[in-house]
């Protein structure tokens, strides 16, 4: 019997063997594949396509570091907001991923899978960002966890149709590599330990968006049985008109007229006309300026359309935000602001959010309401009630309305992530991202643990969290020991676990909150990416 035969790290793909290496965990030792091709590189004509199956090597593949990330700056406004999140090679030919698998589990063990997408603004990420090691919790869990690079950007959201009318390029190429790399874990999990029939995906919030934006694609219940859905930005879609004059500038910018000669620049061209182009049009277009598109065939419509009509209604979905989503951004400028001033910015807000004018007493009403919460707070009153108004109008109110229009027979969970950032030197609270080191136990990753004051309570919470995570990717219910009994969310109810030091089940949290948007949800207007 040849080496290779007895190397149980070797494992076969329907591209190629490839051979993993064993890392030691205090849940015992977990296998790991690194940096597997699953997509051929999208390089030269193959740019603004759609990727193709990566083609099939001859011997053995050894995995033992990870691949290139994708294209993307390495510093700019949100290097360095929290630990653990940097990338080291990037690359155009980035179509790789990584599978973790507990060391004793073999072609028969039939694990629940879990597949994770990061997040990153659609500009940033990838999968060796210590942050996202998933060593712990495969091991932990007794699940197989796989993780996958995606195009970002320019290079993964350019919406071409209007430069060559889409027969030379794609849409949401970005989209199209994670549904690759899912097809990809639905081929050859099962070599892994996995049961490619208990697929859960799992993301934050782009990553999480961006399951939202699979979610609506048709037939995706045949790839994933369960989505959770960490702090997604619901309903930012962009749509045609608005992608149209993203790749007008981007051409202009870069001064290519055709497909070909936007072929022909480097990587680095690419990246600093994306930055340009992202800088001229933040007042315009928003934050996300490349973002996935609704173009009618695979993006049918924005997430919250598509679900409420029905939409992966045979995907069990685990939804859920964090208490304070946006005071990890402050923005200063709005201390300095009297009413008037907030609610201008308000009624401004509200005017993108939904694409109709509120007007501006109702504007001031909804600022009345966050000025007031946050009079008993030790931060300044105005950024402090800025974050928490833009935090419901982008975070957690989107949240509850996907929540509350999913059909009855469709398995919903909501969260509340409340747990509170313990650094004495910062009152950043359950700020967005937080969850994180959680979902994979990495405290220790990146200075993680002093960034949030992590205790006692925090490590029991993480172990509480994953249990609930890897019970839903079993069964379909995330209920535990640990938590107790996890209800399915309805209308009526609103029944929402309270992830804390004592976690809890709880009615309608948000209902206060909920209350002062009430009338400003019309669901006869559009709101901000929801086609007329």
């Known amino acids: ?150 195009r970002m950007g320019a290079l993964g959201f350019l919406d071409l149709r209007t430069i060559d009318g889409g027969e030379t390029t794609d849409v949401n190429c970005g989209l199209r590599d994670q549904l690759l790399a899912l097809k990809w874990v639905s081929e050859n999990v099962a070599h892994f330990g996995g049961d490619a029939q208990r697929v859960t995906v799992f993301g934050e919030s782009a990553g999480a968006g961006s399951i939202m934006h699979l979610l609506t694609t048709d037939g995706i219940g045949a790839l994933v049985r369960g989505a959770i859905v960490q702090s997604p930005g619901i309903d930012l879609t962009i749509h045609g008109d608005t992608s149209a004059r993203v790749a007008q500038v981007f051409v202009e910018k870069a001064g290519a007229v055709t497909v070909a000669e936007l072929r022909a620049l480097t990587p680095e061209q690419i990246l600093e006309t994306q930055q340009i182009v992202s800088a001229r049009l933040l007042f315009d277009v928003g934050t996300m300026v490349f973002h996935p598109v609704v173009d009618g065939t695979l993006v049918p419509a924005t997430p919250s359309v598509a679900l409420a009509s029905g939409a992966a209604s045979d995907v069990s979905l685990l939804v859920g935000y964090t208490a304070d989503e946006l005071r990890l951004f402050p923005d200063p400028r709005a201390d300095d602001l009297d009413r008037e001033g907030m609610a201008a910015w308000a009624r401004s807000f509200l005017h993108a959010r939904m694409a109709r004018d509120p007007g501006i007493d109702v504007a001031g009403e909804l600022v009345d309401h966050y000025t ?74 990146g200075g993680w643990s002093d960034f949030l004051g992590v205790d006692d309570d925090a490590r029991r919470l993480g172990s509480a969290m994953r249990s609930a995570w890897s019970a839903f990717a079993a069964t379909g219910d995330p209920s535990t020991a640990a938590l107790g009994p996890w209800p399915r969310y309805d209308a009526a109810s609103r029944s929402t676990m309270v992830l804390d030091s004592v976690s809890a089940v709880v009615t309608d949290p948000l209902r206060e909150q909920r209350e002062w948007w009430d009338g400003l949800w019309d669901p006869n207007c559009r709101p901000a990416g929801v086609p007329h």
């Open 1 to 150: 019997m040849s080496d290779t035969e007895n190397d149980t790290s070797v494992v076969g793909t329907t591209a190629g063997f490839v051979r993993g290496t064993t890392i030691t965990t205090p849940y015992g030792p977990t296998r790991r594949w690194a940096g597997i091709p699953y997509g051929a590189p999208p390089v030269g004509e193959k740019r603004f396509r759609a990727a193709t199956p990566a083609e099939p090597w001859t011997g053995v593949l050894d995995t033992d570091r990870f691949g290139p990330n994708p294209i993307q700056a390495t510093s700019g406004p949100f290097s360095g907001v929290v630990p653990g999140m940097e990338v080291t090679e990037i690359s155009e030919d980035c179509l790789n991923l990584n599978v973790w698998s507990p060391a004793a589990a073999t072609a028969s063990s039939a694990l629940p899978v879990m597949v994770w997408v990061y997040g990153g603004a659609f500009v940033t990420g990838g999968t060796s960002m210590e942050t996202y090691d998933a060593a712990r919790l495969a091991a932990e869990q007794e699940i197989v966890v796989v993780t996958f690079n995606y």
């Open 372 to 445: 007031a919460a946050a009079v008993n707070t030790s931060r300044p009153a105005g950024s402090d009630a800025w974050g928490a108004l833009t935090t419901d109008g982008n975070m957690r109110q989107p949240v509850i309305r996907v929540a509350d229009s999913r059909p009855a027979d469709a398995p919903t969970f909501v969260y509340q992530f409340d747990w509170q950032a313990r650094h004495a030197a910062r009152d950043i609270g359950a700020f967005h991202a937080i969850d994180l080191p959680f979902t994979f136990d990495t405290f220790g990753a």
